[in-house]
């Protein structure tokens, strides 16, 4: 069907439509929240096609879901109804969704019966829905199920939570997994406000990335609850995400708390004292926290990110309750995530960078601004480190993965999930403000996130926005930025600087001494931070002996480290070494998390040393697996075979 542009611009924005759609529910004006303000329409952004949607948004679009469902642990479905507000174009006779897995019995428009067909399955974007729409229907409602193996949500068992007590069920929905719970258009470029009503065993709550409307929940048949949710701010779908379990809460601030099982509550509230101040510490640097309250949830072990910014409601690994703070800058960055991918969102997953860099960025300046120059200077070391060590595996310096805009035709998105998005993106904007002056560079970025709140955001568009706002024709500043060569080259560009820490300065004399033959026990490791310990160990050479190993367990108790960082290091350094008396503590690592970051390297490490790895890898794994979640599972599969 031909579209104009005028049209196609006008249902690819987000201008007023959220706000008609929350309207539409009734509750607008009941709190105190103000939802987000209507956005002007933006074409450049707009006009990215996503390829890794079925979507034809400028044919017809949904504006609002309202989800009913209800969580059946027994079958492991979820089961009920998504009702989509929808903007058509004229004349416009479909609808076309994402879905993947799901069994849908019924499409109607009110009591009237519509028409639906699947399209042909695709590995990696699940199959589209096309809906025929009748004249004038603007809401239509889809009943559904899920599949037990949908890949988003995770049921767990008992015996896989911390209490042991109550099956659990979360839902990870980025990048292009909420087709797999939510039948609707599964593209970030497309923000949708959102609605639910959640039914759940008793004694179970629910929780979601939402204002809450109930949190007590309400009686919905005889052992069942029912909980209700709003998010009258346009997101991505990707950022719908719901977790039910035993769930308990603490206060932490003024709008800040965490939820999580109760055996866990003490732990996770002790080590995120500080999010009230880190919140104000980003708004001091970037403006108004938008989102209202901001909590976490602490999931169960088998969680597979480190952290997932769902708004008003980050997840986290229970892998960050070192027990002294030391790795919240995890927190720091999901909390980042409130302005840059929340409020501004990367249009496709070839601009993934655009979440990750600014977050990593933005991160690092919230760490500074708690903990000082020196600790945010360590983490950016790491950070370094890592991006090194990703080009290298990428294929090193001129691999084209390497590069910030990545071409992920025919990919799954999480191929784009590496280190240069994270890294290279954080070096980009470190070095913008090198030469720039921290003082200009916060100007613009504030700016940036005002300019574009609750819109997608492209690298095209960026470039645009920052010689529009930052660089204002000055040729010899454009020349010096080298923003092409940063976007669209591989490798790093020549005015990039290595952080440069000089208390990992000193850590790398202590390495230097330990490879030269000193004991374990001489080295002057005494208040080592986390990151000292995580750069030591990175620090030490590649190949160690076997007595060099045992020294190293003897003085420092690596293999009993409880902080999940300094254990994955020794762990990784064990196996690359072929050191067996490491094997029970990897096999106990290995079985008690499940998260990928973690997982999938020291399977990887074990499936490199061969004939000595292999057998240990598939005999820790056929343990390990029945407790992972499909997303770490489904990458570990790829390797362990
Ligand atoms: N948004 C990401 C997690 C993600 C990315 C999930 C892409 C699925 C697809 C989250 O903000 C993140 O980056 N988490 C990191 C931790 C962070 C401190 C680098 C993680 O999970 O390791
Ligand atoms: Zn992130």
Same mark, same amino acid.
């Given at each position: 069907?031909? =579209?104009?542009?005028? =049209? ?16 539409? @529910? ?36 949904? @504006? ?18 998504? &009702? ?61 199920? @899920? ?5 988003? /949500? ?5 015996? !896989? ?20 719970? =939510? ?43 029912? *909980?209700?949710? $709003? ?26 708390? %965490? ?12 080590? /995120? =004292? ?5 919140? &104000? ?16 949830? %602490? ?14 409601? &980050? ?52 760490? #500074?601004?708690? *903990? ?67 003082? $200009? ?22 470039? !645009? ?68 310990? !995580? ?18 367990? !003897? ?23 072929? *050191? #067996? ?46 407790? *992972?979640?499909?997303? &770490? ?9």
């Amino acid at each position: 069907m031909p =579209v104009s542009a005028a =049209v196609r611009a006008a249902l690819l924005a987000t201008a007023a439509l959220s706000l008609t759609a929350c309207g539409s @529910t009734g509750l607008s004006g009941l709190f105190p929240e103000r939802p987000a303000p209507a956005p002007a329409p933006q074409p450049q952004a707009a006009l990215a096609r996503d390829i890794h949607s079925f979507a034809r948004p400028e044919v017809a679009r949904v @504006t609002h879901v309202d989800l009913d469902l209800r969580a059946d642990f027994a079958a492991k479905r979820l089961s009920g109804a998504a &009702t989509l507000d929808l903007m058509v174009a004229p004349g416009a006779t479909e609808l076309v969704l994402d879905t993947r897995g799901l069994s849908i019995s019924r499409v109607r428009a009110g009591d009237r019966e519509l028409q639906f067909a699947f399209g042909e399955q695709d590995r990696i974007l699940g199959r589209p829905l096309t809906i025929q729409l009748p004249e004038g229907v603007r809401r239509i409602t889809i009943e559904y199920l @899920t599949a037990p193996d949908a890949a988003a /949500l995770q049921w767990l068992e008992p015996a !896989q939570t911390a209490g042991k007590g109550h099956p659990y069920l979360f839902s990870q929905g980025q990048a292009i997994l909420t087709r797999t719970w =939510v039948p609707t258009q599964d593209s970030p470029g497309i923000r949708q406000t959102w609605t639910a009503r959640i039914v759940v065993p008793e004694p179970l709550r629910a929780v979601m990335s939402a204002e809450q409307l109930t949190p007590r929940g309400e009686p919905a048949g005889p052992g069942w609850r029912a *909980y209700r949710f $709003r998010e009258p701010r346009a997101v991505p779908p990707y950022l719908i995400a719901l977790g039910v379990g035993d769930i308990s809460f603490r206060s932490l601030g003024r709008r800040s708390g %965490v939820y999580t099982e109760p055996v866990m509550l003490d732990a996770a509230a002790n080590e /995120l =004292v500080d999010v009230e101040r880190m919140i &104000t510490a980003a708004e001091r640097l970037y403006g108004p926290y938008r989102w209202g309250r901001y909590d976490l949830l %602490v999931l169960p072990p088998s969680f597979p990110f480190g952290g997932m910014e769902n708004p008003r409601l &980050t997840f986290a690994t229970p892998t960050i309750l070192a027990g002294d703070r030391s790795l919240v800058s995890l927190v720091a960055h999901e909390l980042a995530h409130s302005w840059s991918g929340n409020l501004v969102t990367n249009a496709t997953w070839a601009d993934f960078w655009l979440n990750e860099g600014f977050t990593t960025y933005f991160e690092n300046r919230i760490m #500074e601004a708690l *903990y000082g120059p020196e600790r945010a200077v360590m983490l950016q070391s790491l950070g370094y480190r890592d991006l090194l060590a990703e080009i290298e595996g990428l294929g090193g310096m001129a691999a084209p993965d390497t590069r910030l805009h990545i071409d992920l035709a025919g990919r799954d998105p999480d191929e784009g999930l590496t280190d240069i998005a994270y890294e290279k993106g954080a070096l980009f904007l470190r070095t913008i403000e090198r030469i720039v002056g921290r003082e $200009r560079f916060d100007a613009w970025l504030r700016g940036y996130f005002d300019r574009h709140a609750f819109k997608p955001m492209t690298t095209e568009l960026f470039l !645009q926005d920052i010689r529009a706002n930052l660089i204002r024709g000055d040729a010899e500043l454009e020349r010096r930025l080298m923003l092409e060569d940063w976007i669209y080259k591989p490798g790093i560009p020549s005015n990039a600087q290595p952080p440069q820490s000089p208390a990992f300065a000193r850590v790398e004399v202590q390495a230097r001494a330990f490879a030269a033959g000193a004991p374990a026990a001489n080295l002057a490791v005494q208040g080592w931070t986390t990151q000292e310990w !995580q750069h030591f160990l990175g620090a030490l050479p590649k190949t160690l002996t076997r007595a060099q190993l045992d020294d190293l367990e !003897q003085a420092f108790d690596l293999n009993e480290a409880g902080n999940s960082e300094i254990r994955f290091a020794w762990l990784r350094m064990a196996v690359d070494n072929r *050191y #067996e008396p490491a094997l029970p503590s990897l096999e106990r690592f290995l079985t008690s998390q499940g998260r990928r970051k973690f997982v999938l390297p020291l399977f990887q490490a074990l499936m490199n040393e061969g004939d000595w790895g292999r057998p240990i890898a598939l005999r820790i794994y056929a343990k390990a697996r029945p407790g *992972y979640h499909p997303v &770490t599972s489904g990458s570990v599969d790829a390797v362990v075979k």
